[in-house]
């Protein structure tokens, strides 16, 4: 089945770094991808992972996937307090690519 | 703004009314997805259009519908509202297709329905 899980909440320091971590259901998943919603918008896309690469890392962000353990995570360096918002992390499944949501982290970003 | 757009922003409305929530996908994309956020579900995925044609499938209940134009625009339609429909309902759209390579489904800012 289609299921993706992630834990809820995430407290962290100002310029520290943040892990947040997902597990996916479906192996079949060929792209794998973390969004971000700030309060009162819509989704905006930060990145996503090819099923047959390990890892990816773009400026702050770095994604690491395990295909094994279907485990996938995202981690912000220097966090800062723009940085706090929701983060989604979503599998791709089925031929014609609907992605399935987590239920989202809630990163808060305290001094 | 992302290039997706949704109206109307917000909407009351009573129990057991119909409303029409509506999404224009970004210029060239051809699948529009249709997804509801609410507090205790997250986020779910209700409906997939490509080029027209429903293509998949997700929670969505009998008392909704949906459909894509040959514009591309979509419409959801909700109906019999109950309190339990008040969520916020976003449009995604993509190029879409089998073969899209990553596919990233840019989304609209949403449209958030309360039912009184």
């Known amino acids: 089945g289609e299921d993706v899980e992630q834990s809820l909440f995430l407290s962290v320091r100002e310029g520290d770094s943040s892990v947040i971590n997902c597990t996916y259901t479906?192996?079949?998943?060929?792209?794998l991808y973390w969004y971000k919603q700030e309060p009162g918008a819509g989704l905006q896309l930060l990145t996503y992972?090819?099923?047959?690469?390990d890892m990816k890392q773009d400026q702050r962000l770095t994604v690491l996937l395990n295909k094994k353990d279907k485990h996938l995570s995202l981690r912000i360096a220097d966090t800062q307090t723009g940085d706090s918002a929701i983060y989604f992390c979503?599998?791709?499944?089925?031929?014609?690519?609907?992605?399935?949501f987590g239920a989202g982290t809630r990163l808060a970003v305290h001094p | 703004d992302s290039g997706v757009t949704q109206t109307p922003k917000h909407l009351i409305t009573a129990t057991g009314q119909r409303v029409t929530l509506r999404c224009s996908p970004r210029?060239?994309?051809?699948?529009v997805y249709w997804y509801q956020q609410s507090l205790d579900q997250g986020l779910q995925f209700l409906i997939q259009?490509?080029?027209?044609?429903?293509?998949a499938k997700g929670n969505i209940l009998e008392r909704f519908s949906a459909q894509q134009f040959p514009d591309l625009h979509s419409e959801l339609n909700l109906s019999s509202l109950e309190l339990g429909d008040s969520a916020l309902y976003f449009c995604?759209?993509?190029?879409?297709?089998?073969?899209?390579?990553?596919?990233?489904?840019?989304f609209g800012a949403g449209s958030r329905l309360t039912v009184l």
């Open positions: 210029s060239g994309d051809l699948s």
């Open positions: 995604a759209s993509s190029v879409g297709g089998i073969s899209s390579g990553a596919n990233v489904l840019t």
């Open positions: 259009y490509y080029n027209g044609e429903e293509r």
């Open positions: 992972i090819f099923s047959n690469m």
């Open positions: 479906d192996s079949s998943s060929t792209y």
């Open positions: 979503a599998e791709r499944s089925g031929g014609y690519n609907k992605l399935i």
